[in-house]
């Protein structure tokens, strides 16, 4: 077997191993090629270097190089894609967006709105709200018979008993009779923006929403 020909000898340098270069001293391609040349002019006569190990270096040279180049791509992108997103978010202060959520706020003298996704027809389909608290049921508002697809509701804030209840987070769950069998869906439910955080963890962009507090940016299904 072949020993490994260190072709730095010479020049009393060893041979270059990306994974111990420093972030500080990061080899230029220039630099590289100025090494090259210093390197066969200085060679040993006897044992000249081979072209088969000049191009194998120049191989692993432009490798490192390309990726690289292929890391700063990837986080210059990302970064533009982040910058959009933020601008974007920011421009939802104050706007209503639609979120998947079990709650919704009901300030005084307003209603929750909101959808949910059936996954089939149905002869009987209910919204029920309920307090978190106590589990109480406030309202079981019948949509009667629904095709499978997007189902919109609303409830106004009365109770079971017609009167108006208190402003506050309510539980919000849809559900429907297919096929025989109770099925729940989570709805989405519609809330004001309040504020918009940037983090630097993997949650990324946060909104704040009214009454449901922080989600992710990207769970926004509707900007209404």
Same mark, same amino acid.
């Given at each position: 077997?072949?020993?490994?020909?260190?072709?730095?000898?010479?020049?009393?340098?060893?041979?270059?191993?990306?994974?111990?270069?420093?972030?500080?001293?990061?080899?230029?391609?220039?630099?590289?090629?100025?090494?090259?040349?210093?390197?066969?002019?200085?060679?040993?006569?006897?044992?000249?270097?081979?072209?088969?190990?000049?191009?194998?270096?120049?191989?692993?040279?432009?490798?490192?190089?390309?990726?690289?180049?292929?890391?700063?791509?990837?986080?210059?992108?990302?970064?533009?894609?982040?910058?959009?997103?933020?601008?974007?978010?920011?421009?939802?202060?104050?706007?209503?967006?639609?979120?998947?959520?079990?709650?919704?706020?009901? #300030?005084?003298?307003?209603?929750? !709105? @909101?959808?949910?996704?059936?996954? %089939? &027809?149905?002869? +009987? *389909?209910?919204?029920?709200?309920?307090d978190p608290d106590t589990?109480?049921?406030?309202?079981?508002?019948s949509l009667g018979q629904?095709?499978?697809?997007?189902v919109p509701f609303t409830?106004?804030?009365?109770?079971?008993?017609?009167?108006?209840?208190?402003?506050?987070?309510?539980?919000?769950?849809?559900?429907?009779?297919?096929?025989?069998?109770?099925?729940?869906?989570?709805?989405?439910?519609?809330?004001?923006?309040?504020?918009? #955080?940037?983090?630097?963890?993997? !949650? @990324?962009?946060?909104?704040?929403? %009214? &009454?449901?507090? +922080? *989600?992710?940016?990207?769970?926004?299904?509707?900007?209404?």
């Open positions: 077997m072949m020993s490994t020909v260190n072709a730095y000898s010479g020049l009393g340098v060893s041979t270059l191993d990306t994974t111990k270069v420093s972030k500080t001293a990061t080899l230029s391609q220039d630099e590289f090629l100025k090494l090259m040349t210093t390197q066969m002019t200085h060679q040993d006569p006897t044992k000249p270097m081979q072209n088969g190990e000049f191009l194998s270096q120049m191989a692993q040279f432009g490798t490192v190089s390309g990726i690289q180049d292929l890391q700063q791509s990837f986080k210059d992108f990302s970064a533009s894609i982040s910058s959009d997103q933020a601008l974007q978010a920011a421009g939802l202060v104050g706007r209503n967006v639609s979120v998947p959520s079990d709650y919704g706020l009901l #300030s005084a003298g307003g209603e929750i !709105n @909101g959808s949910f996704d059936l996954s %089939a &027809g149905a002869s +009987a *389909v209910n919204v029920v709200i309920t589990g109480d049921v406030i309202r079981k508002i629904q095709s499978a697809g997007s409830w106004d804030g009365l109770n079971n008993a017609g009167t108006l209840a208190s402003p506050g987070v309510y539980k919000v769950q849809a559900e429907a009779g297919i096929d025989g069998v109770n099925t729940v869906f989570q709805p989405a439910i519609q809330a004001k923006v309040e504020s918009v #955080s940037m983090s630097s963890g993997t !949650n @990324g962009i946060q909104v704040s929403l %009214a &009454g449901l507090g +922080a *989600v992710s940016f990207n769970k926004i299904k509707q900007i209404l």
